[in-house]
């Protein structure tokens, strides 16, 4: 195994391949930047390195500062976890010149599939099914029309270079193609320095299904199973569950297969998701793969009984998985709600600041992955997810409603989040009979939901300020006047209606 790892992340993701060291008995070495001094992840790490500044090209992009702390403290592996580096071709090259290993895939798996055009070509060639399509980025409006004509509207504008929804425009008429190129080329373009952009049919009612694949170095591949992933807020996953509720058996095992087929096709190796599209028709289509690990990946854990990550180490060891396909069952239900700090009711827009107080859930059944703590501030400069919430039970139903004990137990003051939003969801009807597709956020109306909540909540806070105040009352009865004074005027009563709304809220 490795001497030691440094881990190339921040936040609940750091944390999580840490610990799957410290089960390995592997040392490790994190980085931080200065907005991350009192991280979690920084806190619980024998040994961190300081990378000077905030931002992300300035800290957790920088090779040249990562790869030099590599070697500074004696690492011989680096972990990349996911976001930043983790599918950034040049940096896995630079870990091999260093004589540093990547847990990861290979440089060449990485080109083949980082760019969309090119991995859909590579699909195609595999005999996996593709989304009908323009084979090149588009050079013009008129291209653009005369494509959009042929498929016919709706159609989706994509970033070949793209991820995270970023790029990415949906198009419902031949009014909205210019502006929608425009912006498409322009967020591309500040998102990944590059602005082609091409067309793709757009599905109706699709489902997000995405298939885990882990392979080794000698030529095994496996996959363990699937990831319904349709619950999305900006074309970004929010709520992931595992098995779908939308396909059966066999669709399941024939989509697994394609996955498989496919990280054979370019040599994969190491963790893996194969992203597909699953229309009404449940016929399915190749998307894109993601190469490093994925946020969701424990939903897969919780119903496969593998630690992925774990499995991550040891193929990047140079270890073969004593795995066999068969053995690999799905067994019971698992679903995932990603908490984030942000105002659901402002288009999901990051709110970032300090938790002054939290109560985490632990019911039975119930993970949580997550890397803040009551006083920890959640900076601005890096994405706002607070923790990933997991439930598991026998059966879909005792998972959704372990869930939603975890819900109406978790307690987050100080920042406003979606915990209320993930109520909403998991008891929406839609959600319970498993009947939702990408398009589930457009067509149910949250936010009168949320809006209902508050104003209950808000009297039931303010009642409870009242109370308060009048038990705060009958304390300091034995208080001379300018002490009962002070202590009126002091702010606590504006503290607890504060706090208390959003602990509710």
């Not at 992925?308 to 004593?322: H, N, P, R």
């Amino acid at each position: 195994m490795f001497k030691k790892v440094l881990i190339a992340n921040r936040g609940e993701i750091a944390l999580r391949i840490m610990r799957a060291a410290k089960e390995l008995k592997i040392p490790v070495v994190t980085i931080h930047s200065d907005a991350d001094i009192s991280a979690l992840h920084v806190l619980l790490s024998p040994e961190s390195y300081h990378l000077e500044g905030v931002t992300p090209s300035e800290t957790y992009l920088n090779i040249d500062k990562i790869i030099e702390i590599a070697k500074k403290s004696g690492a011989d592996a680096i972990h990349p976890g996911y976001g930043f580096l983790s599918e950034n071709e040049k940096f896995a090259k630079a870990c091999e010149e260093n004589g540093i290993t990547f847990i990861g895939p290979s440089p060449s798996s990485m080109k083949a599939m980082g760019d969309k055009l090119r991995a859909r070509e590579l699909a195609k060639k595999a005999g996996v099914p593709v989304i009908p399509g323009t084979e090149k980025p588009i050079t013009s409006l008129e291209e653009a029309k005369a494509f959009a004509n042929e498929v016919g509207y709706p159609i989706i504008l994509k970033a070949p270079a793209g991820g995270g929804g970023r790029g990415m425009r949906l198009v419902k008429s031949e009014d909205e193609l210019k502006n929608s190129i425009e912006s498409a080329k322009r967020e591309s373009l500040g998102a990944f320095g590059d602005d082609r952009i091409y067309i793709e049919k757009y599905l109706e009612e699709p489902h997000h299904i995405e298939i885990q694949v882990v392979a080794d170095k000698f030529g095994n591949t496996f996959h363990l199973f699937e990831r319904e992933c349709s619950i999305q807020r900006r074309h970004q996953k929010v709520i992931e569950e595992s098995p779908s509720p939308f396909i059966d058996n066999k669709l399941r095992l024939e989509i697994a297969r394609n996955g498989v087929k496919i990280a054979k096709a370019v040599g994969y190796f190491n963790a893996g998701t194969i992203e597909f599209l699953v229309d009404k028709y449940k016929k399915f289509y190749f998307l894109e793969m993601n190469t490093r690990l994925q946020v969701e990946h424990p939903v897969t854990e919780l119903v496969t009984g593998i630690d992925i990550v774990k499995a991550q180490f040891k193929i990047a060891a140079g270890e073969k998985l004593d795995w066999k396909q068969e053995n690999i069952k799905q067994s019971g239900h698992a679903i995932e709600a990603r908490i984030y700090a942000e105002d659901v009711l402002n288009n999901f827009n990051p709110s970032p600041g300090k938790i002054v107080g939290l109560i985490n859930p632990s019911n039975p059944g119930t993970r949580i992955d997550t890397g803040v703590y009551q006083g920890y501030t959640i900076p601005i400069y890096y994405d706002s997810m607070i923790a990933k919430l997991l439930s598991y039970g026998e059966t879909r139903e005792e998972a959704i409603n372990r869930m939603l004990v975890a819900l109406n137990e978790y307690r987050l003051a100080g920042v406003k989040n979606n915990i209320v939003f993930h109520k909403i969801v998991m008891e929406s009807k839609n959600f319970l009979e498993g009947k939702y597709s990408t398009n589930f956020l457009n067509e149910f109306d949250y936010v009168s939901e949320i809006k209902k909540i508050r104003n209950e909540n808000i009297k039931n806070v303010i009642l409870a300020a009242s109370l308060t105040y009048k038990m705060m009352e009958k304390d300091i009865k034995s208080v001379d006047e300018r002490e009962k004074s002070r202590w009126k005027t002091s702010g606590r009563i504006e503290s607890i209606y504060k706090n208390s709304f959003r602990l509710l809220y």
